[in-house]
């Protein structure tokens, strides 16, 4: 018989599987993401599921089964209470799960995605309610760029994508699709291209990009920006998962 196994879980999603099971999927510190079969878990005495709610961090115990593996054991870590009673705070991190569900490769160990939404989700919890507002949008831009360069898709901000030079302030662009910036010749001579696949950025953008690719998410907090350069970020940010979907 194959051996239990066990790693450090964060839920991204619970659905309904039979008349009592559920189906649950976790981005894993030894295993990327999995989806297990969890039983029982619809009746009313399940232990298991209080620890199965989606964004909780737990030890988790797999054990093998003959179509799907399933979660034996639980135990909770962390239930990042402060975000669950915040709706604010509900929104950005579920934003967050959402695409780790959607664009993480299945079975794949990847620990540094791992602990960047375990950073995500700790730095929602402890962030004061009332900043939320405000800040919430750079952080998940701050968090979206990190989780996109860590999945292959790092955008180019030095260089033009066409013609290689050296990006220069003034006139540029930032291309969805291919990921990076562009010059404004380069621009001029792609006039015919899609124009929804590449946005005007400004220069304060460009050195946003610059600082939050080298900087951790808990220094997004620390820095001010104006409203309208959020805006921006948060459009770019958009499109640019987008064109991932
Ligand atoms: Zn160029």
């Known amino acids: ?68 593996d399933y979660a034996a054991g639980a135990i909770n870590q962390e239930v990042f209470f402060s975000v669950k009673e915040d709706l604010n705070k509900l929104y950005y991190a579920g934003l967050g799960l959402r695409w780790f569900r959607n664009l993480t490769p299945e079975n794949e160990q990847d620990k540094p995605l791992f602990f960047l939404l375990l950073e995500y ?13 405000e800040d919430g949008e750079l952080l998940f831009s701050f ?12 955008p180019e901000l030095e260089h033009c994508l066409n013609c290689h030079k050296k990006i220069c302030p003034g006139k540029n662009y930032f291309n969805l699709h291919s990921g990076g910036l562009m010059c404004e010749s380069c621009f001029a001579a792609e006039k015919n291209r899609e124009i929804r696949e590449i946005l005007t ?14 900087n951790s ?22 499109g640019f998962l987008n064109f991932r979907n």
């Not at 659905?15 to 969890?38: H, N």
Request: aromatic share 8%; net charge positive; glycine share 6%.
């Open 1 to 68: 018989m194959e051996e239990s196994r066990k790693t450090l879980a964060i839920v991204l999603n619970r659905q309904d599987y039979r008349e009592y099971d559920s189906l649950v999927s976790f981005y894993t510190s030894e295993f990327g993401k999995i989806t297990l079969l969890a039983r029982g878990t619809k009746r009313l005495k399940s232990k298991l599921a209080g620890h199965l709610e989606p964004m909780n961090l737990i030890d988790l115990m797999i054990i093998p089964g003959k179509g799907r």
């Open 217 to 238: 998410l808990g220094l997004s907090l620390k820095i001010k920006i104006d409203k309208k350069l959020v805006k921006e970020l948060a459009t770019l940010t958009k």
């Open 121 to 133: 989700l700790k730095t929602l919890n402890n962030i004061k309610q009332e900043l939320i507002r």
């Open 143 to 154: 968090f979206a760029f990190k989780f996109l360069t860590e999945m292959g898709y790092k």
């Open 201 to 214: 950025i400004s220069d304060n953008c460009v050195k946003i990009l610059r600082f939050m690719l080298e």
